[in-house]
């Protein structure tokens, strides 16, 4: 009964411990700019990002920050050598979940940052990424984790910052011979089996990417299979509870919406066909 009743009191210590920290974090808000942008082309930013320049405390961001995380994951020509890609962020109420948006970006989507975000421990917040111009949003995880932490005072793992930068490059180029949404999907899938593929040997978790892949409709070459394995041993230490069931959340939304596509694609398949009868119908009475 003691054990059972200082159990409780510590719980109670803890969450009166966590309310005040949660309070004063949320809504605090950050700009991150990127350091190589002029001043019309911070002027655009603010602009897409909805904000008067001033109004929220506000960082820069380097391209030698951003190579911290990027150099050897990423190819050169995408990292460049001036930082571009900028940031805005809020943090919201517990169990809020993650608000993402995205201007100018081109080869990053909302649900890319989503879940790399996660990864990164970053759950309760609105995102916003921008740039002047189109840029690959690659570089734009390391201006929101300088956000944050700045915001919360606390540093993010950095295993897992650079395990959230793998996974979002990793997606990205799954993204390019794929469906954008499916790579999310199969990332995910990945994600939530961690506790099981860390007692697999390569050749068995080779199997089961190959299965989950082919759950979605796909057969993916060696070169990628190869990558996904790297990624989820970077992400086995990460594994916790909490991430898994965040990530479970986020792979319901995904799963639906890869889902209704799927239906969407064979209702339109099947008016192609019905449009295509009437035409063979018609040309065979002419």
């Not at 391209?63 to 943090?91: C, F, M, P, Q």
Request: aromatic share 6%; net charge negative.
């Amino acid at each position: 009964m003691r054990r059972i009743l200082s159990i409780l009191l510590s719980a109670l210590l803890l969450l009166s411990l966590s309310a005040p920290a949660l309070a004063v974090n949320e809504g605090q808000q950050r700009v991150v700019i990127g350091a190589d942008l002029t001043e019309d082309e911070i002027n655009s930013v603010y602009s897409q990002f909805g904000l008067a320049r001033g109004s929220v405390t506000e960082l820069t961001v380097t391209n030698a920050e951003e190579r911290t995380y990027l150099e050897g994951v990423v190819d050169e020509s995408i990292i460049g050598h001036n930082s571009i890609s900028s940031v805005y962020i809020r943090i919201l109420s517990a169990n809020s979940g993650l608000n993402v948006s995205c201007s100018n970006i081109t080869w990053c989507t909302q649900d890319m940052y989503k879940a790399a975000l996660m990864t990164a421990g970053i759950y309760d917040a609105e995102v916003k990424v921008a740039a002047p111009f189109g840029v690959s949003g690659t570089a734009a995880l390391t201006g929101i984790y300088k956000a944050y932490e700045s915001i919360t005072g606390v540093q993010l793992q950095e295993e897992a910052k650079s395990a959230a930068t793998d996974e979002l490059v990793i997606t990205a180029e799954l993204a390019d011979q794929i469906d954008d949404i499916d790579a999310v999907a199969i990332v995910g899938e990945l994600k939530l089996l961690l506790d099981e593929t860390q007692n697999m040997s390569d050749d068995d978790l080779r199997s089961q990417i190959g299965e989950i892949a082919g759950q979605y409709g796909y057969a993916l070459d060696d070169g990628t299979v190869s990558q996904l394995i790297s990624l989820c041993r970077t992400l086995e230490g990460l594994s916790t509870d909490e991430l898994q069931a965040r990530v479970e959340q986020f792979q319901s939304t995904i799963s639906t919406v890869t889902q209704y596509a799927q239906q969407a694609s064979g209702f339109g398949a099947k008016v192609g066909q019905f449009f295509q009868s009437l035409v063979n119908f018609f040309s065979g009475l002419f």
